[in-house]
C-alpha cells in the first residue's frame, strides 16, 4: 500500500463547498488586499494565542523578519537561536545584518536547550529566537527569565506550533512577538503562504502593521522602510474556513502518535518523539522518530511507497552560507546526532487506519 507523506486533496475534498464559497466570496467582493476577511482572522488568531493583537503577513519567514525588525535587531547585533530548525529561522537573521548565534539543542524535544542561552548572551544580543520544532513547545521560564535578567527581546518562531501548549500557556503567548506559518503543509494551512505576527504591546502591533505595508502610516506617509508583506484576503478566507477545524484536526494528531508510540515503544533502535513534562499540549505538525540506520530505513520506505522525509539534514552551523561565522562542528553534537538520524513519518489528520498500519509494519520488519 502507498502511503504519501501528506495529502492535502483529502483534505479539500471533505471543505470543498465551504472553501469553494469563502474563495468566490472574495472574487465577487474584489477586496483582494487586506480584506475583512484578514481583520477577521487576525482577531480570532489572537483570541487563540491568548494575546492583544495579530497582525497577518505574506509568509511565516516574514513573519520572523517583520518581528525582529521590530524587535529593535538592526546590523551587528547578536541573535540567539537554535542550530537545529527550518533555514527562516536563522535566514531572517542575516538578511537584517545581524549575527545569528546557534546553540545546540536537547536530545530529547530537538528543541534549543536552554541551559545554553546563557552562556551565548553578550553585550551585544538584542534578541533569542526560540523555535517550537515539529509541534511542541520549547522550554520557556528558563528563557523568558533570562530575557528580563538580560533586558532582551523574545520572538517565538511558533511556524509548527498553532495551538500547543506550554504549561496551559498558549504557543504565541509568551514572547514579545511570536511568529505563525500557514504554508499548506502546516496544521493549519493555507492555500499558499502566508503568516501571522501576535503581540501583546498596542506599540509592537503598530510597527508590524507599518513594517507590512511599506512602512505607511497612512497610505503614501512612510515613517519606516518596510516591505510589502500582506496576507491575501483569499488566504485569510480559507484559513477562516479551516480554523474551527483546528483542535479536531490536532487530536486526530495525537491521536496517530499514540498509536506510533505503542507500536514502536519497544523495537530497538527506534527513537520516539518525547513528550516533555511542561508540554500541556503537543499538536505532532510532524511525528519525527530517530534510527541509527536511516538511509537503510528511508531505502525500505520507499520501496513499499510509504512517504518520509527529513526534517533537518544540516544543522545551521553547517551551512555554506554561514561558514563565515567559524563554528566549531563539535560544538552541536545534539544537533549533528540529530541531523543523521530523525525521520518524519505520515501523520496528517486524514490518514486512514490501514495506510498507517502499513507504515508501521514496514518500519517493525525493517528494524526486526
Not at 62 to 87: H, K, M, N, P
Not at 129 to 149: C, R, S, T
Not at 249 to 277: C, M
Amino acid at each position: 500500500m502507498k502511503v504519501p507523506l501528506l495529502d492535502l486533496t483529502r483534505q479539500y475534498r471533505s471543505l470543498k463547498k465551504e472553501l469553494d464559497t469563502a474563495v468566490l466570496k472574495v472574487l465577487e467582493h474584489e477586496k483582494f488586499i487586506l480584506g475583512p476577511e484578514v481583520n477577521l482572522l487576525e482577531q480570532k488568531i489572537a483570541e487563540l494565542c491568548q494575546v492583544d493583537y495579530a497582525c497577518g503577513v505574506a509568509s511565516g519567514t516574514d513573519a520572523l523578519l517583520l518581528a525582529l525588525r521590530a524587535a529593535g535587531v538592526q546590523a551587528g547585533d547578536e541573535v540567539i537561536t537554535s542550530d537545529f530548525s527550518f533555514f527562516a529561522t536563522a535566514g531572517v537573521i542575516a538578511r537584517l545584518g545581524a549575527i545569528p548565534i546557534f546553540v545546540d539543542i536537547e536530545k530529547d524535544s530537538y528543541n534549543i536547550d536552554p541551559r545554553l542561552v546563557e552562556h551565548a548572551i553578550t553585550s551585544k544580543t538584542k534578541a533569542i529566537v526560540p523555535v517550537h520544532l515539529f509541534g511542541q513547545v520549547a522550554d520557556m521560564d528558563p528563557i523568558l527569565e533570562l530575557a528580563q535578567k538580560h533586558n532582551i527581546k523574545v520572538v517565538e518562531d511558533a511556524a509548527q506550533a498553532i495551538g500547543a501548549e506550554y504549561k496551559n500557556r498558549k504557543a504565541g503567548s509568551m514572547g514579545d512577538f511570536s511568529c505563525f506559518s500557514f504554508y499548506p503543509s502546516k496544521n493549519l494551512g493555507a492555500g499558499g503562504d502566508g503568516g501571522m505576527i501576535v503581540t501583546k504591546e498596542e506599540t509592537d502591533y503598530e510597527t508590524i502593521n507599518m513594517l507590512r505595508v511599506h512602512g505607511a502610516k497612512p497610505k503614501y506617509h512612510h515613517r519606516l522602510i518596510g516591505y510589502n508583506s500582506r496576507l491575501a484576503t483569499i488566504q485569510a478566507a480559507i484559513l477562516l474556513v479551516k480554523l474551527p477545524y483546528l483542535n479536531r484536526w490536532s487530536e486526530k494528531r495525537r491521536e496517530h502518535a499514540r498509536k506510533y508510540d505503542e507500536a514502536f515503544k519497544n523495537l530497538s533502535g527506534v527513537v520516539t518523539p518525547t513528550v516533555k513534562n511542561y508540554t500541556s499540549f503537543h499538536i505532532f505538525n510532524q511525528y519525527t522518530i530517530a534510527v541509527p540506520n536511516r538511509e537503510e530505513l528511508m531505502a525500505k520506505l520507499k520501496d513499499a511507497g510509504i512517504g518520509f522525509d527529513i526534517y533537518y539534514p544540516i544543522p545551521f552551523h553547517k551551512q555554506e552560507c554561514f561558514a563565515f561565522l567559524n563554528y566549531a562542528d563539535d560544538g552541536f553534537p545534539i544537533a549533528n546526532k540529530a541531523a543523521q538520524e530523525v525521520l518524519s513519518l505520515p501523520i496528517y489528520p486524514e490518514l486512514t487506519a490501514e495506510e498507517q498500519d502499513a507504515v508501521i509494519e514496514t518500519i517493525v520488519k525493517a528494524v526486526l
